[in-house]
């Protein structure tokens, strides 16, 4: 049987909707040959200045030595944060549809929950200029950067420019990317947590290297989580 195709609709929000919202960001190793749809391996949550994280598979429990972070199953996750935002009347808010996508698949859909901050935004920049560019020249890096045979100094300077629609979309807006945003770094990251989990050591006797990216990691998700946030805000400006 095929897939049910969803068609991507928001339901209006207000002001305080903004304001009390739960904002939520996947982390995860991307899609490859092997496995070309992956689940995430971690979230992000921001509500009202408060941010949490959730690693959601065990090859990564390790993390939770972080005070920030605790362990839930992916399923538990979206059952857990879809509830919060039943009970507590709050929409749930992401950058794409993707990280819905996630709940659905774990059965847990946020139907009129849900907020997909880049309809408005494909809407906006249909009008404003400034932020048409942005997405031009966002696809036209991100085409440069998947060609063969390109010379790692090139692909190194494209990478920023080629990842992270969201924090160049901010950024445009009025919030920069911090200079530690790892724009097309999570995967490394992850990878380098993952070969340090399957050592099977104490996480105090982790390489530095890769305690350090576990910062990096939730420094760009955090950003990410406000990045959003702010986008929203700016664009239900823009389209008043």
Request: charged fraction near 30%; proline fraction near 6%; charge should be positive.
């Amino acid at each position: 049987m095929a897939k049910k195709v969803i068609k991507r609709k928001n339901h209006p929000i207000t002001e305080e909707g903004v304001e009390r919202a739960i904002y939520f960001d996947f982390e995860g190793l991307g899609p490859s040959k092997n496995n070309p749809d992956p689940p995430p391996l971690l979230a992000g949550v921001l509500c009202e200045g408060n941010y949490q994280v959730f690693v959601l598979d065990t090859q990564l429990s390790d993390l939770t030595n972080e005070p920030e972070i605790s362990y839930q199953s992916l399923e538990k996750f979206c059952s857990s944060v879809l509830s919060k935002a039943r009970q507590e009347d709050r929409r749930l808010i992401c950058w794409s549809w993707y990280d819905l996508e996630v709940f659905r698949n774990q059965n847990f859909p946020p139907e009129n929950i849900g907020f997909d901050v880049k309809i408005p935004f494909d809407k906006e920049r249909k009008k404003d200029s400034a932020l048409k560019k942005v997405y031009q020249d966002y696809k036209k890096n991100k085409d440069k950067y998947r060609q063969k045979g390109l010379a790692a100094a090139t692909k190194k300077a494209l990478r920023p420019k080629a990842h992270s629609l969201l924090t160049l979309v901010a950024a445009a807006l009025g919030l920069p990317r911090p200079p530690s945003f790892g724009a097309g770094l999570v995967g490394k990251w992850l990878r380098s947590m993952i070969t340090q989990s399957q050592r099977q050591v104490l996480y105090q006797s982790w390489w530095p290297s890769a305690i350090k990216n576990v910062r990096k990691l939730l420094n760009h998700n955090r950003h990410d989580c406000c990045a959003t946030k702010y986008v929203l805000k700016e664009l239900l400006d823009m389209g008043k």
